[in-house]
């Protein structure tokens, strides 16, 4: 069973602020990732690390950033929400087992901008 | 053009049958691994199987199998004796190249599986 954490689990905010989803890991994973996921669509990775002071962007253009200071936590940030940052977004850590990268999600966060 | 693709948005199926969710996927690379994930209402990632470019035989997990046909570039999932908890978005997703990192992994749109009691 995975233990990788994201809170808040559901937030709802107005246009403009900054906001911060939390993600946490005690696996002791050296690579994770952000995913944004939209409503029966696939997952685009718009983050990944691969260790402390790693940070790279995804495929998917995002205007979020990232931080990884330490290997456990790989919180992500908005610094002014927009009804388009309306999204699901899915935090991941990984590691090789058996020389295949297995990736372990977290429940996600639903982020609303009204 | 699409990497993998998902043809069934969503399918019901009778508890106690058995269920195949269709991928395919296109990718020069000759290096590749293949994965299954499941999402249920709770929002999580769940990996299921994995298949590499490589191996020899399907990969099989418990009640999942993974119908590997590489010449027509086909991963299709196969549930056998499915049950209600099977009920959930199925996810097929890929990785090219032979190196250990999972940031090139690319998901299909996913399947939206209903099992019926």
């Known amino acids: 069973e995975a233990d990788i954490y994201q809170t808040p689990r559901y937030l709802v905010i107005g246009t403009g602020k900054k906001i911060t989803l939390e993600c946490s890991q005690t696996?002791?994973?050296?690579?994770m990732y952000w995913y944004q996921q939209d409503p029966g669509m696939e997952l685009h990775l718009i983050h990944y690390?691969?260790?402390?002071?790693?940070?790279e962007k995804g495929d998917l253009s995002s205007e979020s950033t990232v931080s990884r200071i330490r290997t456990e936590h790989f919180p992500l940030t908005l610094e002014s929400a927009r009804p388009s940052h309306t999204s699901q977004y899915l935090c991941?850590?990984?590691?090789?087992?058996?020389?295949?990268?297995?990736?372990?999600f977290g429940s996600g966060t639903q982020l609303s901008v009204l | 053009a699409q990497k993998i693709t998902q043809t069934q948005p969503g399918m019901f199926v009778q508890e106690k049958e058995a269920v195949t969710l269709d991928c395919t996927y296109d990718?020069?690379?000759?290096?590749?691994?293949l994965f299954w994930y499941k999402q249920p209402s709770s929002g999580e990632m769940i990996f299921l199987i994995y298949?590499?470019?490589?191996?020899?035989q399907n990969a099989t997990e418990g009640r999942y199998s993974l119908n590997f046909q590489k010449a027509r570039k086909s991963a299709n999932l196969v549930i056998s004796a499915s049950q209600l908890g099977d009920s959930a978005m199925y996810f097929c997703?890929?990785?090219?190249?032979?190196?250990?990192?999972?940031?090139?992994?690319?998901f299909g749109k996913g399947t939206h599986l209903i099992i019926q009691p």
């Open positions: 696996m002791g994973h050296d690579k």
């Open positions: 690390s691969y260790g402390v002071n790693s940070t």
């Open positions: 991941a850590s990984s590691e090789s087992i058996g020389g295949v990268e297995k990736l372990f």
């Open positions: 298949q590499g470019s490589y191996d020899q």
């Open positions: 997703a890929m990785r090219e190249g032979s190196g250990g990192g999972a940031d090139g992994l690319t």
């Open positions: 990718t020069s690379d000759p290096s590749y691994g």
